[in-house]
């Protein structure tokens, strides 16, 4: 029905950390517009969810999360 299974690379370009900091970057810059730049470099490289994927876990490496402290009703978000 697919044709052929395609035999796994083991050769695709792991995006670098500096092509992985949508939270330090400019704002507006999401991790589509990173994955755009960075087939542009790498046109064979990963597709976007297995490119969201490796940021995860180089995120959770690093030791970067996104959390808000704040003290109940010290603060109103609008």
Same mark, same amino acid.
């Given at each position: 029905?697919? !044709?052929? %299974? &395609?035999?796994? #690379?083991?050769?695709? %370009?792991?995006? #670098?950390?500096?092509?992985? &900091?949508?939270?330090?970057?400019?704002?507006?810059? #999401?991790? /589509?517009?990173? $994955?755009? /730049?960075?087939? /542009?470099?790498h046109?064979?490289?990963?597709?976007? #969810?297995? =490119? @969201? /994927?490796?940021?995860? *876990?180089?995120?959770?490496?690093? !030791?970067?999360? @996104?959390?808000?402290? $704040? *003290?109940?009703?010290?603060?109103? =978000?609008?």
């Amino acid at each position: 029905m697919y !044709g052929p %299974p &395609t035999p796994p #690379t083991h050769h695709r %370009p792991v995006p #670098t950390a500096p092509t992985c &900091t949508p939270s330090g970057a400019k704002p507006g810059v #999401t991790l /589509e517009l990173l $994955h755009l /730049e960075y087939l /542009e470099q790498h046109p064979d490289g990963y597709r976007y #969810t297995q =490119f @969201c /994927e490796v940021y995860r *876990r180089w995120l959770y490496r690093r !030791g970067s999360r @996104c959390a808000s402290l $704040h *003290r109940a009703g010290a603060k109103l =978000f609008r």
